[in-house]
């Protein structure tokens, strides 16, 4: 890309070198990431790429290929890979594929505020600043601080043949703090936001430090338990959510857990979830990766199963009035599906988590969870573990740190079961970063739930 050039030119130029129907898809990513263990910066990874992905449709199948050169010869043979996948692909079925054709533009995108002019700086003083702040929380407590700063700036642009022209750009900031004692006791914080200045990484440390107590961890039956959830265990359970109940995909393939669900009720009536890619407490987006407008989708509402999440493709597998909504993970749509990647849950009247844990005379607090896998999708029924902050709440308050305890459990289950939520949310995210940028959260309040299976 010449430096006059813009991505969504870019995509133009590569857009030319396609013959039949098909798609460019442009993304530049300027990023740092440093990462920390022991009170000690361990590795600086810096991004300064843009990569083209050229899509090409051959009778309802699709063929992708990709390169970071911006070369005209580049592009043209990156072109003549993408056709010749979509080729063999059709002549390997021996007949028409699923996909309807690449879809209309749109009138127009939603303006957001997802981008930060500090923040594309890239700039690697505040991360240094932070990892600072980290280290003398930690070394004031006599503990350890590992984890991770990033931010970065991604601009992603998309042409097709059907007439998308579209750009955006976006920027995301992110701190992860665990304090962890001599004897492995630790604790957590996690912050996000669209820009730097939305990380206070002297707050975080400290409430990552505040869960490691030094007292003994007591030991929990196995059991229902009531729990409080923190904003982070919430987090993790509703991104898995957004796979196993909201994939257009699944659901046309009666898969999904809300198969036979819609427009029942699915879980207490305090629940409000929906796919908000506007919301300001979230990293906005404009559009998807087929250049389809972002716009927020009720997907729970007051405790009702309302709608699901389809890409172009999977609408087209579901039929009848099946439209995409705008959630294409990849260009030419996943052959996952397509699923949530700006959840909101709306918060309710609790003024703290103090005040979820009040009416507990013997329960858990769970910080987060940490190595969710699925046991049973259509029950969303995942098994995992807490981690790094977990306590015994006795007589109303939170009392003794807990050994850490495996739970399995349905994720819609304890949903139906939720009695309260506090009224302040936080953006929710993992944000590791594993190939291309693509900053994604969980926007959620904590919750108080009845009977938290514990197994082991």
């Known amino acids: 890309m010449g430096a006059a050039e813009t991505p969504l030119e870019l995509a133009k130029r590569a857009l030319g070198h396609l013959q039949g129907d098909g798609q460019a898809t442009v993304t530049r990513e300027r990023s740092l990431m440093l990462r920390y263990a022991r009170s000690a910066p361990t590795q600086a990874t810096e991004i300064d790429d843009t990569s083209v992905h050229l899509l090409a449709l051959r009778d309802g199948h699709v063929g992708g290929a990709i390169t970071n050169l911006v070369d005209d010869a580049a592009l043209r043979e990156t072109a003549q890979r993408a056709m010749a996948a979509a080729t063999a692909a059709a002549r390997a079925a021996g007949g028409p594929g699923d996909h309807p054709g690449m879809p209309a533009p749109a009138e127009g995108y939603d303006a957001h505020d997802g981008w930060d002019a500090e923040t594309a700086r890239v700039d690697p003083e505040p991360g240094g600043a932070a990892l600072g702040a980290a280290f003398a929380v930690a070394a004031e407590r006599g503990l350890e601080a590992f984890g991770t700063w990033t931010a970065g700036e991604v601009e992603t642009a998309i042409a097709s043949t059907a007439g998308v022209r579209a750009t955006d750009r976006v920027t995301d900031a992110y701190l992860k703090v665990i304090c962890r004692d001599a004897d492995g006791r630790t604790g957590w914080d996690v912050q996000a936001a669209v820009g730097v200045d939305g990380i206070d990484a002297d707050a975080g440390a400290r409430r990552a430090a505040a869960k ?7 030991r929990l039956a196995p059991g229902e338990h009531p729990v409080v959830l923190d904003t982070w265990a919430v987090g993790g359970l509703l991104e898995m959510l957004g796979w196993l109940a909201f994939n257009g995909l699944a659901h046309a393939e009666g898969r999904g857990a809300l198969d036979g669900r819609l427009d029942t009720r699915v879980a207490a009536p305090a629940i409000d979830l929906r796919d908000a890619p506007g919301d300001p407490a979230t990293w906005p987006r404009a559009f998807d990766f087929e250049g389809v407008a972002k716009a927020p989708l009720c997907l729970i509402e007051d405790g009702v199963a309302r709608h699901l999440c389809h890409d172009t493709r999977s609408a087209a597998r579901a039929g009848g009035d099946a439209r995409s909504t705008g959630h294409a993970l990849a260009p030419g ?14 918060g309710g009247d609790a003024a703290s988590v103090d005040e979820l844990v009040a009416p507990i005379e013997r ?31 006795e007589d109303g308050r939170i009392s003794r740190p807990l050994h850490d305890v495996r739970f399995t459990d349905s ?13 302040a949310s936080q953006l929710v995210s993992e944000a590791e970063y594993y190939g291309r940028r693509f900053a994604s959260g969980v926007v959620c309040p904590a919750l108080r739930a009845q009977g938290f299976r514990v197994t082991g």
């Open 212 to 218: 490691v107590t030094g007292a003994e961890p007591a």
């Open 333 to 346: 749509g996943s052959p996952h599906g397509a699923a949530p990647t700006n959840l909101v849950l709306a």
């Open 363 to 393: 329960g858990i607090y769970v910080t987060r969870l940490w190595y969710l896998n699925v046991v049973h999708p259509k029950q969303t029924l995942l098994t995992g573990t807490t981690r790094d902050g977990t306590f015994l709440i």
């Open 411 to 423: 994720v819609l289950r304890l949903l139906e079961h939720t009695e309260a939520l506090t009224s």
